[in-house]
């Protein structure tokens, strides 16, 4: 009898204590739940849900998963950071579209790129104050084509040219050639050494056996007094400087015509569309 009491009560903390009931169908019994099984996964906009059974009874239950996470595209550049701007990208979710716009820290600028946006500084600083030789001295040797004029108009640059300003828009490149462009507000007087131009070449039409010293004279005659009597415009756009290094120097590339005319008003910009056009009416 004491066997069998103790039997018995082995048996019982067995069953209690593996939960499972032996009376299957009986609402008394402990359920031994199986372990939770993704239904649906969830989403960004849905719920997903999962379920789990009784092995017993074989009860299902089924509840809800919380809201996944998004589904980010790759991050795409809005706006490129510079050295002197931050920059803007975004993803989205390629489920419910949210979008997500992060700023992109400005570049720095590396040791090389700092002596290339100097030489930009200093050919600048050269122009305001119409200092030809400073000026020269900024290009890499070789580099000619277009020159700054020294006498009978250069009053004009050396008087208007103060209202030359800039600011550093990006820097690019490594090595020894960098690029730097720059956002110029300068002196523009186009007009009037287009119409200079243009109105001295018609004069040359009815005179035809006139030197080119004469000629020359009148254009910076017409020239002068067309800026007298102008409206003393000044005109802003990006500027783009290639900087090599040169020996141990920074110096700007070529001498262009858009480089020279940021010290001379649209001189040259202006005398080669005058040209260009007076040679079309013949063409
Ligand atoms: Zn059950
Ligand atoms: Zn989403």
């Known amino acids: 009898m004491k066997k069998i009491l103790s039997l018995l009560l082995m048996l019982t903390l067995m069953l209690s204590a ?14 031994n739940w199986t372990e939770w099984t993704t239904e649906k996964e969830s989403t960004c906009e849905e719920h997903g849900s999962e379920y789990r059974y009784c092995d017993v009874c074989e009860q299902y239950e089924h509840r809800e998963l919380p809201l996944g ?26 489920v419910c579209e949210k979008e997500e716009i992060k700023s992109v820290a400005k570049k720095k600028l590396t040791a090389n790129q700092k002596k290339a946006v100097k030489a ?23 580099s000619k084509n277009y020159g700054y004029p020294t006498e009978k108009i250069n009053w004009i640059y050396k008087k208007y040219n ?20 720059v956002k110029v507000t300068r ?22 056996n006139a030197s080119s010293s004469k000629l020359g004279n009148k254009i910076l005659g017409k020239y002068n007094t067309k800026v007298k009597n102008c409206t003393k415009k000044t005109s802003t756009d990006t500027v783009a400087f290639t900087i ?27 005398s080669e569309d005058a040209t260009d056009d007076f040679l079309d009416k013949f063409s």
């Open 18 to 31: 593996s939960a499972v009931s032996v009376f299957a169908g009986d609402e008394s019994h402990v359920h």
């Open 69 to 94: 996470p998004h589904d980010w595209s790759a991050w795409k550049t809005d706006e490129a950071s510079t050295p002197y701007k931050k920059g803007a990208k975004s993803r989205y979710c390629i």
């Open 120 to 142: 930009v500084e200093t050919y600048l600083k050269a122009a305001k104050s119409y200092n030809v030789k400073k000026m020269d001295a900024c290009f890499k040797k070789g």
């Open 162 to 181: 103060k209202k030359i300003k800039w600011s550093m828009v990006d820097v690019k490149g490594k090595g020894s050639t960098i690029t730097v462009k």
């Open 187 to 208: 002196p523009d007087f186009y007009k009037q050494a287009y119409n200079a131009y243009y109105e001295t070449f018609d004069w040359a039409m009815d005179h035809l």
């Open 244 to 270: 090599v290094k040169s020996g141990k120097k920074w110096k700007i590339k070529a001498k262009t015509r858009t480089i020279v005319d940021i010290a001379t008003a649209f001189l040259w910009k202006g």
